[in-house]
T-cell receptor, first 115, second 114 residues
Framework: DAGVIQSPRHEVTEMGQEVTLRCKPISGHNSLFWYRQTMMRGLELLIYFNNNVPIDDSGMPEDRFSAKMPNASFSTLKIQPSEPRDSAVYFC?????????????FGPGTRLLVL | DAKTTQPPSMDCAEGRAANLPCNHS???????VYWYRQIHSQGPQYIIHGLKNNETNEMASLIITEDRKSSTLILPHATLRDTAVYYCIVRVARRDNYGQNFVFGPGTRLSVLP
């Protein structure tokens, strides 16, 4: 299994531009999570989906952020418009339903720099 | 979810056992203890989890005190590649995956020294 796949691995953009981050979870996993990591705030959960349905988006910082999961094998996190304070590493993770403890498997992350 | 307290950093000599402590004095009876680690510039990696019994897998051992208010992650023979930030998390485990959000604290930065 290839694990959780994220793209792009690095993104540099200018303030005001739209940014779309992509995630392909591990096949068969029913839950998908988006996290953001910065030096100041550490690793924060933004949103998570269960069976393609958003369950908890309380971590989404503001309306500029949106996430979708149109099917079981694909999710996007969109920032529009982007701001310099959005610069961070964004991780996607997936978890199989019924796994004891709900172990999560993380992707390699997308490093976003907004100038 | 119960809060955890970990030392900010630890050193360990290569080849020796690394013992990483975690305090979780407010843990509830249905909350599990999880350990993840994050090697520089990579995504967090699951290590082990347990409820009240000690657990062991190919990566590490987890020792949970009888009162469940603290635990220790043991890497029996630390290598340089074990240098990472180690996160101790306690949370309820539900098989339906609702409430699955993990809250990552600052963790312990383990440095394995040659």
């Amino acid at each position: 299994d290839a694990g959780v796949i994220q793209s792009p691995r690095h993104e540099v953009t200018e303030m005001g531009q739209e940014v779309t981050l992509r995630c392909k979870p591990i096949s068969g996993h029913n839950s998908l999570f988006w996290y953001r990591q910065t030096m100041m705030r550490g690793l924060e959960l933004l949103i998570y989906f269960n069976n393609n349905v958003p369950i908890d988006d309380s971590g989404m910082p503001e309306d500029r952020f949106s996430a979708k999961m149109p099917n079981a094998s694909f999710s996007t996190l969109k920032i529009q418009p982007s701001e310099p304070r959005d610069s961070a590493v964004y991780f996607c993770a997936s978890s199989p339903t019924g796994a004891p403890g709900g172990t999560q498997y993380f992707g390699p992350g997308t490093r976003l720099l907004v100038l | 979810d119960a809060k955890t307290t970990q030392p900010p950093s630890m050193d360990c000599a290569e080849g020796r056992a690394a013992n990483l402590p975690c305090n979780h004095s407010t843990i509830s009876g249905n909350e599990y203890v999880y350990w993840y680690r994050q090697i520089h510039s990579q995504g967090p990696q699951y290590i082990i989890h347990g409820l009240k019994n000690n657990e062991t897998n190919e990566m590490a051992s987890l020792i949970i005190t009888e009162d469940r208010k603290s635990s220790t992650l043991i890497l029996p023979h630390a290598t340089l590649r074990d240098t990472a930030v180690y996160y101790c998390i306690v949370r309820v485990a539900r098989r339906d995956n609702y409430g699955q959000n993990f809250v990552f604290g600052p963790g312990t930065r383990l440095s394995v020294l040659p």
